[in-house]
Nanobody, 121 residues
Framework: QVQLVESGGGLVQPGGSLRLSCAAS????????MGWYRQAPGKERELVAT???????DYANSVKGRFTISRDNTKNTVYLQMNSLKPEDTGIYYC???????????????WGKGTLVTVSS
């Protein structure tokens, strides 16, 4: 089992910055991809950014050039640096990871409880 704990959400004015963190703990053999999703009020959850174990990254078009995802494999932690924030970035941000219990098992999907980001003046 993997536990994910997010931190760093809050209220920020448009144009401001926030940095989200998510630490994975518990028992696992390895962590494959780590990422962030978000859910705005009345909308479905959507991918924001992911980073694979080798360092490759993917971003939603709406955040490219503004958000940067990174991970520290020694701490099993993923970060999301969010700059030039817009009101439409408002939502609950969820940490996600694919982790394996053993070297031969399929990766399983885990979610954090989410952290609220509000972009408003």
């Amino acid at each position: 089992q993997v536990q994910l704990v997010e931190s760093g959400g809050g209220l920020v004015q448009p144009g401001g910055s926030l940095r989200l963190s998510c630490a994975a703990s518990g028992w696992f053999f390895s962590i494959d991809a780590m990422g962030w999703y978000r859910q705005a009020p009345g909308k479905e959850r959507e991918l924001v950014a992911t980073v694979r174990s080798g360092g490759g990254t993917d971003y939603a078009n709406s955040v490219k050039g503004r958000f940067t995802i990174s991970r520290d494999n020694t701490k099993n932690t993923v970060y999301l640096q969010m700059n030039s924030l817009k009101p439409e970035d408002t939502g609950i941000y969820y940490c996600n990871t694919l982790a394996r219990d053993t070297s031969w098992s399929a990766p399983m999907n885990y979610w954090g409880k989410g952290t609220l980001v509000t972009v408003s003046s």
